[in-house]
């Protein structure tokens, strides 16, 4: 079935600095079909970088690209200003540059109000009137009916526009007129924008001073960040646009960028540009995003850092394709990039799925099955990606033995600090990234992991103690959370392989079995007093679910185990391989009181086992 082709001439792409984007293409509203705000304090922080780092360059000279705005030249003759755009893509970015200006133009007013020294206050309110008339509301003028109304340069959906419309005003909605969660990101975005970029300026004293930072922020802001502004006149032909941009299989990803980048560089080297076209079609015969998502993890695996959320090209490209990184485009530094880009991504994609990232060739004696288990726990079972960039980074410098020292180390903390203690990520990440850095730039003067060590031991004094550890493990660990199985499987298959050593008193190193291998995919949370017990004891069913009542056993013998009582399955859990089922023997029966005593061990024991 055939479609109408959009014709080019519909289409007008223009590079616009954002206030004249703000001045000369409004009014702008966002269709009710649109999703309401949705940024994140991350997205908030970022875009907060690429303006400090704008403004604190001297010259004039840095400019900031912020991505491309799509929207549809549309007419509504029931208004005085017929012509507006309705945006297809780009809201979240524009409504944030427009919560940024209302902050800068409040804190003008403000100055104004409170300053005893006129001509100072009549400057700061000329300021203010300047920002508020060209960027953030216009005058639109019924000569019919013979009437002047003040109209916003850009209404959002219904759902968001009367939170959007009162922090223009300078009004931060109360917590009962948040209502939805773009609510509360809209004004999070405003007091982070107010916070990191206005506060400082309040301690100039000299009004003079005051204004001309004021000033150098909003015209940094409106004049040295850029965006493209598409537009078309042919509404379906816009929403074909904004799929064509947005389709996961056609839109350019900064993967495609850097292709083209980097074919660019070897334009006159044949061979070369053959080889890195071929290397670029290995890695792009997976999707776009996904070899975005790798280089969201790539790059801060080399530069100790993460990339901008609208600068992971930029940052990309200056890390390793400008000309300080490599030269004056020395052909065979690019080769040697793209070679490692493709490398390190096919690592990349088998430690996402828990898979060893050594081919059978590279094994070494050192490393047993045991060991090599382990990141599949880290990565799959306890969900922990976050640890990907210094995964990397010791893939590609440290011996097999050394990487599988990190994967249990970080096993360890991750269940123990983020899983259990919903310790900060950030703090985490922080120490992550330097390491991954460190090992690349350092290799020579590597210390076998002991800083890293030291310093995530640090984290879990502050945040995962021993008390607050065992608290968390008594709050969390519930069957009847299903958000909580995998924490279930992660701590008892571990303490399984740990229980010889913690039979002999748990003396010396924490030493496991390596014999102990467990099959994810085969195992099952056992049920001590069953589920779904065929004799009701009260004070059972209120504790059935507690860690406590839990056990692993393969899918087999859970099975055989179904819902029998305790003293029906006791000779089971003897033959199992499970040693922590095993022990269950020492118990005789079974009741509420057990049931606590045996969930305590467990924390005793936890605590002795998930320590580095």
Known sequence: MSSTPMGASSVKPSSLPVGVLLEKRAPFRVPRYQRPYAWDTDSVDDLIEDIKRICDDSGDD??????????????????????????????????????????????????????????????????YEETVEKYLFYDSYDTAAGLKSRRPRLRLGQADDDVFQSLLRGKVPSLGE????????????????????????????????????????????????????IVTDDKRGGYRLFSVLNDRGARLTVSDLLRSHTLELLDKEDDKRERVASHWDDILAYSGDQVDAFLRTYYPSHKGERAGRDRLYDDVVDLLFSPNSIGLHDPD???????????????????????????ESELTSAVNDWQR?????????????????????????????????????????????????????????????????????????????????????????TKAADHQFKANLNDKLRYDWPSQR?????????????????SRGAEGSPTYQSSVIVDLEKISIEHIYPENAQVVVNQLEAVKHELGNLAILDSLDNRKAGNREFIDKVGLYATTGAPGARSLGEYGDWDAGKVRAR??????????????
Not at 334 to 348: D, T
Not at 486 to 502: G, M, Q, R, V
Request: glycine share 2%; hydrophobic share 45%.
């Open 178 to 229: 948040q209502s939805r969660v773009s609510h509360k990101r809209l004004v999070e975005a405003w007091n982070r924008l107010h916070e990191s970029l206005i506060v400082p300026l309040r301690k100039i004293s000299d009004g003079d001073l005051r204004l001309k930072s004021l000033q150098q922020l909003r015209d940094k802001v409106l004049v040295h960040t850029f965006v493209i502004h």
């Open 486 to 502: 995998n924490n279930i499987k992660e701590l008892l298959t571990t303490l399984d392989a740990y229980w010889p050593w913690l």
């Open 373 to 461: 288990q382990r990141l599949k726990h880290l990565v799959a079972l306890l969900k922990h990606e976050l640890a990907l960039p210094l995964l990397l980074s010791a893939r590609a410098c440290r011996s097999e033995r050394q990487f599988a020292e990190l994967v249990h180390m970080l096993e360890l903390f991750a269940f123990r600090y983020k899983n259990i203690c919903d310790g900060h990520a950030s703090a985490a990440s922080a120490h992550y990234y330097r390491s991954a850095r460190e090992i690349r730039n350092f290799e020579r003067t590597f210390d076998n992991w002991n800083s890293l060590r030291n310093n995530l031991r640090k984290l879990i004094a």
């Open 599 to 612: 969930a305590r061990k467990l924390f005793e024991l936890a605590c002795k086992v998930f320590r580095i």
């Open 333 to 359: 530094r690019v080769v040697e990039e793209v070679e490692r880009i493709k490398r390190e991504f096919f690592w990349y994609l088998s430690m996402k799925d828990g898979r060893w990232p050594y081919a």
């Open 62 to 127: 840095e400019n900031h690209f912020f991505g491309s705005m799509v929207a549809i030249e549309s007419h509504d003759h029931t208004e005085a200003q017929a012509i507006y755009h309705e945006i297809v893509d780009g809201q979240q970015r524009i409504t944030t540059f427009c919560i940024l200006l209302s902050c800068i133009a409040m804190f003008a007013k403000e100055t104004a109000e409170s300053t005893t020294d006129v001509k100072v206050s009549q400057r700061f309110e000329i300021f």
